[in-house]
């Protein structure tokens, strides 16, 4: 059972809701040039803390966290950020237009308990790579603070907390900011206890599923348990302390308005790539058909086995790639793991095609380097002019990511797109 509970949030000080100078996006998608660019719109952007300027190594003096910490505490003293007052969950809407259809999502955010994985409690569904760990944890060890929000699914198919959104959002938001993509993200304050109970009960109900920010979460553990050590050496055994729970962004995974796009592959031989025999080897799991020109993508709409797009740097339009029916994951895919997993397009396209044939595993992150990903589907076959092949994917359905994370079994590595990200710098959560 999940345990979610209010907090007292710092926030920026404000005169209007408008936060759109002070915001911006996960730390992990902004580029050098995008921190300056959002510096030049506010020195108090909250890319100041996020990505801190200095050295990386920790016991350098001088170093990015030692200034990160510097300027939480010396924003919170001065006014810069304010705390709540009381305890309180945090409505999040973001909207925006895909397609022209308008849609929106909304979240809770609270803070929500640690559990280790195999708890059952707080379940992955993705694979990540270890790179950024020690910078987070770093950061987070330094500001005792969750400067950004893990975002959380929970299960909720018959839609019952609609009416306490509705009920949260019944006036003006207090927070508001529009992204670079057109997105506006407004934050609705809940303090009132009755609403909150109601919120904290009707989603201790389902297991949390972590659809982005497995990094920060796998660090607040490591920070947890660092913090536990600390107080234990000290003699000290407290009660609910702040570094059992991490802020979170809670979304219903049931909902229709939820968007999960595709991350497609681009890769490079290990050797000197030849069309004609890559094809060959790929035919012999997949019948691999030719494809009109227009809009290619929707060959893969309707498809009940696994099934990609791809485009080699020799060929004018991309070729449909569907598993043959006479393939036997179970016997092919000799990797130890779920049904669900093995029926994923992007695991089928890892263990039948990407490992095999190109040499590229996450398990030899040596070979990684030869693996790009994109997000538009036009984009990743436009790659081949410099790259060896292109592989455009369907999105990852929430049935088949519920399925694998149940199994206890975590999907390969950007499996899924949750769009829009969350923003980071509407609401912060110290831990000192």
Known sequence: MARILPFRAWTYARTSPDLSNLTAPPYDVISAEQREQLLSASPHNVVALELPEGPPDPDVPGNRYEIGARRWDDWRESGVLVRGESPAIYVLEQSYELNGTPIRRRAFIAETQLHAFDEGVILPHERTLPKALGDRFNLISATDANLSQVFGLYQDPDDRTA?????????????????????????????????????TSALADSPIFIADGHHRYTVALAYRDARRERDASAGLNPIDPDYDFVMMALVNMDDPDLVVLPTHRIADHYEAFHAEEFYAQLGAHFT????????????????????????????????????????????????????????????????????????????????????????????????????????????????????????????????????????????????D
């Open 163 to 199: 009416s306490l959104f509705t009920e949260a959002m019944s006036g003006d938001p207090s927070m508001t900011s529009v992204d670079a993509d057109g997105v506006t993200s407004a934050v609705w304050v809940v303090t009132d206890p009755s609403l909150i109970e109601r919120v």
């Open 288 to 431: 691999v058909s030719d494809l009109p020109a227009g809009h290619p993508s929707s060959a893969l709409d309707g498809l009940d086995r696994p099934a990609f797009l791809v485009k080699t740097r020799a060929d004018d339009r991309p070729r449909l790639a569907v598993l043959r029916e006479s393939v036997d994951l179970d016997t092919e895919i000799r990797a130890d793991h779920s049904q669900a997993w093995k029926e994923l397009d992007v695991a089928v396209l890892l263990e039948l095609v990407l490992d095999p044939i190109l040499r590229i595993h996450p398990d030899r992150p040596d070979t990684l380097d030869r693996l790009h990903f994109a997000k538009d589907a036009h984009d990743a076959l436009r790659m081949t002019e410099r790259h060896d092949v292109a592989f455009v994917l369907r999105p990852t359905r929430m049935d088949q990511m519920r399925a694998v994370s149940l199994a206890g079994d975590v999907m390969p590595q950007k499996s899924t797109y949750f769009y829009p990200k969350l923003l980071s710098g509407l609401v912060m959560r110290g831990m």
